[in-house]
């Protein structure tokens, strides 16, 4: 396959009919995305074949199950995009808000900062004896 052709296979065509560059599929649409069968676009929701939920894979199907993962850099990115946005429709982008979002970045916060300075916090244990 020539550079040409690989330039060209990276053109999509957008709702709009404008053609859109598409950079290793990042910006575009899942392949699995059919409009005509569910709809508008969910970023939240996973449109490729329905998988056991994790909670539900048993200790000898673990090996199985994560061999199914698809571990390139694009599936990754869209499995964490797709997690910050069920936890933003959830809790941030509701009717009546809490401050749940609010503590769970502080939390989020703390425990980063812990583990950052780990290395400090464990000399300081209380002793007894000096």
């Not at 850099?73 to 997690?83: F, L, T």
């Not at 401050?99 to 209380?126: D, E, M, W």
Request: net charge positive; glycine share 8%; proline share 6%.
């Amino acid at each position: 396959m020539s550079f040409i052709d690989s330039l060209s296979s990276n053109f999509k065509n957008s709702l709009s009919g404008k053609t859109k560059f598409t950079y290793f599929g990042i910006g575009a649409y899942p392949v699995e995305f059919n409009r005509r069968i569910h709809g508008p676009y969910d970023p939240a929701r996973f449109y490729g074949k329905p998988v056991t939920p994790f909670g539900q894979v048993k200790i000898g199907e673990l090996p199985a199950w994560l061999s199914r993962r698809s571990l390139n850099p694009v599936a990754m990115s869209r499995a964490v995009s797709r997690g910050y946005w069920r936890w933003f429709h959830k809790y941030v982008a509701v009717r009546y808000g809490t401050a749940a979002p609010y503590v769970q970045f502080a939390v989020g916060l703390s425990a980063l900062f812990y583990c950052i300075n780990y290395k400090t916090i464990r000399l300081h244990s209380q002793a007894k004896y000096h």
